[in-house]
């Protein structure tokens, strides 16, 4: 902040004072780095040191020591005195501002997050070593590389166990922004790193930002100056960069690389009409060509990820994977608790919060638009300035990149939480808009009077978003550095290696969640032989990791084969080699539903395979016949438990997706197949009155319907029921229930346990049948239709169709 007062009203204050106060300020600042060495833990009264790596600490004690003599050497040697209030800052300094600005405490042990996204991130570089896997050719990583360089730190510079992942979370932030404030130093100077540091950097590089870290280098070195007075250079940057970027995140990978494809045009453009590979080529003949063999060897190796990384976002560009997320108008989207609400009505405030979670790119979006248009009058204008034609082209990129993004800014909206959409506002708001003064406007504006004050105002209200948003608020540094890390009661300091489970490593971890991994290492240890794996229907893909076994198929997750093509590429690895066990539960569901409704054709496969139910304390499997007979793991199971399965699978109330899954029918008519075989015919009712125009009305509280089929149905054939109906009159939609009746059911005809709820409106209705083990695994002959609970209601039914899933 001196530096920031300095720069602002120099005159006044540049003092002897002020300078020695910054030399020694940055001797003291690399200190401070230390608490990434030493984690200081509090459980209850007591304060326990635990470091994360022996190696770790002797490197940074010899970094600290380099770093202090570094600015002493450069304060001894320096000729002359220093004019520019910026070449105070020594560029070592940067790299501690930076770790101070981005250091988050840490949490007691990085198993607070999930089995889901740990082992997403954890996993793909584990399969690649130990069972030479490829990526995204043989494992898909949906971290892109960027799972995997989370696993290299966590190798490398902690302990290389699960113990020191939330250093890791920590550690991968700063060094990703220390590499970009080296950059930006090196191609736009101390002042631009600086003013990055304090007022950009902690929403840019804060940890939940980590899919949108390569955006500020890609953009920042590909509108340099000097990157673009050359286009050769240019061309072979935009490449490469957007190779890696499409690596690392191919979400934002490949919007940028699209949205950078007009100014990719101009310049190859330009390198070919100037005859400049020629050129180049010419003045070095051996450089050209040497380069040229070693990027095409680079490229050949590459050229199976690439391939799997383009199929991966053509896999997930289907319209099914919108199933991904919380639409902005559902009942669970709120206004987070920590959020400021200034209005006494929640929905003023839950305005307020998607003015800023969304409005800020809507906005930034309608600015360069704007943008864009005032600059291309200039043009038409016979204004010819090259800045103009850049900004024009800078507004296209820019444009294009926010308009390609919504689909991930949009397709999912996580509640209470800016990310997704709100990870684009600070993209807009920290860097997009800001970089636009730098690339365009800085050598037309200076900083006198009324325009550094308003300046002043604007760095000052994005300090108060890092404040209010940023999980690195700026204002609680010091807090953070001395804080020791809480843990709480109901953890225990476990070994993984003294216990059979070598990679948790050693560290906190919650009782609970510690004895489900020993349970789960001691069915697979009973359940399993050498050099076998397992399948897994919970999503907790972390036990792939812990256990060190190899993932079976392509996508690791149920979760993640949200559609056709993705569940057929897992079908097809299972078919291979059907693994002897499924872990089925406790499962990790996300906002995705059972894996019965949101990955039914996966789902299908297992149950109709030889497999039987086999529950250890709190974990729940399904087991091969002939494994559970060779092991004897649990005596006298000879079938699969229906009702323990329906406790797994089956979710009762559909809301409102038999209604959204009716409503697009006709577009996936091509997915099913009617049954004609099995007509239906009404068979009986209850509370209901018939009328001339085939309609029916509610008569009590307690109206239903019946259909017989024409012969006994066999669930595994009829996956889906279609119900094409109208409500007649104003009567507002209502919830219907569907029941059935089965073979194997010696209890009453119908029960509630065998039913599903659903909203009913006008229109199709789409009822996922197969999604209730019963039904799948058994023999039906009715159907009954409860039409809500209320009298006068009138509905005319104009279909009611059983349909199978086909390919």
């Given at each position: ?29 690399p ?5 990434l ?34 600015v ?114 090196k ?11 304090v007022f ?15 955006i ?20 072979i ?27 990719f ?43 799997g ?30 959020f ?23 906005f ?48 999912r ?14 993209i807009?708001?920290a ?21 550094h ?12 978003s ?66 076998e794996t ?13 256990t ?8 690791s ?30 499962a ?23 497999y ?31 009702n ?13 997706l ?42 009590g ?52 346990d065998h ?10 209705l ?18 009954r239709?409860d ?21």
């Amino acid at each position: 902040m001196i530096q920031v007062v300095i720069y602002f009203y120099k005159e006044r204050v540049l003092t002897t004072l002020t300078k020695t106060l910054m030399y020694l300020s940055q001797l003291i600042l690399p200190f401070i780095t230390l608490v990434l060495v030493f984690g200081v833990y509090q459980t209850g009264n007591k304060i326990e040191l635990h470091r994360n790596n022996y190696t770790l600490a002797i490197m940074a004690s010899i970094a600290i020591i380099l770093f202090i003599y570094t600015v002493l050497f450069i304060l001894k040697y320096r000729k002359c005195e220093v004019s520019n209030v910026w070449d105070y800052i020594f560029w070592p300094s940067l790299i501690p501002m930076t770790i101070i600005m981005l250091y988050s405490t840490p949490v007691y042990s990085g198993f607070v997050s999930d089995d889901f996204h740990l082992g997403e991130i954890f996993m793909p570089l584990q399969q690649m070593l130990n069972y030479g896997m490829k990526l995204n050719v043989d494992i898909m990583s949906i971290q892109g590389i960027m799972g995997p360089m989370y696993s290299l730190i966590n190798g490398y510079v902690f302990n290389g166990n699960l113990s020191s992942i939330n250093y890791t979370f920590v550690a991968f932030p700063i060094i990703m922004g220390v590499l970009v404030v080296l950059l930006i130093k090196k191609i736009y100077g101390s002042k631009w790193a600086f003013l990055f540091i304090v007022f950009s950097l902690p929403i840019l590089y804060e940890s939940g930002m980590n899919r949108t870290y390569l955006i500020v280098p890609y953009v920042l070195i590909l509108f340099h100056k000097k990157t673009l007075s050359n286009p050769v250079k240019w061309v072979i940057l935009y490449f490469w960069m957007s190779l890696i970027h499409c690596l690392y995140n191919p979400s934002m990978g490949a919007a940028l690389t699209v949205a950078f494809f007009p100014l990719f045009s101009v310049m190859f453009y330009r390198t070919i009409k100037l005859k400049l590979w020629s050129k180049v080529f010419l003045k070095h003949k051996l450089l050209f060509c040497t380069l040229l063999v070693i990027q095409l060897c680079i490229l050949v190796m590459l050229l199976p990820t690439l391939l799997g990384t383009i199929q991966f976002i053509l896999d997930n560009g289907s319209a099914n994977t919108l199933a991904y997320g919380i639409s902005l108008f559902s009942e669970s989207q709120t206004s987070p608790e920590w959020f400021p609400k200034p209005f006494p009505y929640d929905k003023l405030n839950r305005l307020l919060w998607e003015a800023i979670r969304i409005g800020g790119w809507i906005f930034t979006l309608l600015l360069f638009v704007g943008l864009m248009i005032f600059n291309v009058k200039k043009v038409v204008s016979f204004n010819k300035e090259k800045q103009t034609y850049l900004m024009i082209l800078y507004c296209i990129v820019s444009i294009v990149f926010l308009l390609l993004i919504t689909g991930y800014s949009l397709g999912r909206l996580d509640s209470g939480s800016m990310h997704r959409s709100g990870s684009i506002t600070f993209i807009c708001f920290a860097f997009l808009i800001p970089a636009l003064y730098v690339f365009f406007l800085k050598n037309k504006f200076k900083f006198n009077g009324v325009v550094h004050h308003i300046y002043l105002i604007i760095f000052a209200i994005l300090l108060g978003s890092v404040a209010t948003f940023g999980q690195q608020q700026a204002f609680r540094i010091t807090e953070k550095l001395i804080q020791p890390i809480v843990v709480p009661d109901n953890a225990v300091f476990v070994n993984g290696a003294k216990q059979g489970v070598p990679d948790v490593g050693e560290g906190y971890i919650a009782k609970d969640r510690w004895k489900e991994m020993l349970d789960f290492e001691m069915v697979i240890s009973k359940i399993l032989k050498k050099g076998e794996t397992y399948a897994d229907l919970t999503n907790r893909t972390l036990f792939y990791e812990i256990t060190n076994k190899k993932v079976p198929t392509f996508y690791s997750a149920d979760y993640l084969a949200a559609n056709e093509e993705i569940q057929e590429k897992m079908i097809k690895s299972l078919d291979k080699e059907a693994p002897p066990l499924v872990f089925i539960g406790p499962a990790i569901r996300h906002d995705g539903g059972p894996a019965s409704i949101r990955a039914y054709r996966l789902y299908k496969w297992f149950l109709e395979r030889d497999y039987v139910y086999y529950q250890y304390n709190s974990l729940q499997f399904l087991v091969s016949k002939q494994r559970m007979l060779e092991t004897k793991a649990y005596d006298g199971t000879t079938d699969t438990d229906e009702n323990e399965l329906r406790a797994v699978f089956h979710q009762k109330d559909l809301k409102s997706l038999p209604v959204a899954w009716g409503r697009n029918f006709k577009e996936m008519k091509d997915r099913f197949q009617f049954l004609p075989d099995h007509n239906m015919s009404l068979s009986g009712s209850n509370e209901i009155i018939k009328e001339a125009d085939g309609s029916i009305v509610t008569s009590g509280n307690d109206p239903y319907v019946s259909f017989k089929f024409d012969s006994s149905m066999q669930g595994k054939d009829a996956d889906f029921l279609l119900i094409d109906l109208n409500i007649i009159g104003s009567q507002e939609p209502f919830q219907g229930q569907l029941f059935w009746n089965s073979s194997n059911r010696k209890s009453e005809k119908y029960d509630e346990d065998h039913s599903f709820l659903f909203n009913v409106v006008s229109g199709q209705l789409l009822i996922p049948l197969g999604s209730d083990p019963d039904w799948l695994k058994n023999s039906h002959n009715e159907l009954r239709f409860d039409i809500g609970d209320k009298a006068n209601v009138k509905v005319k039914i104009n279909s009611i169709n059983l349909v199978k899933l086909v390919n």
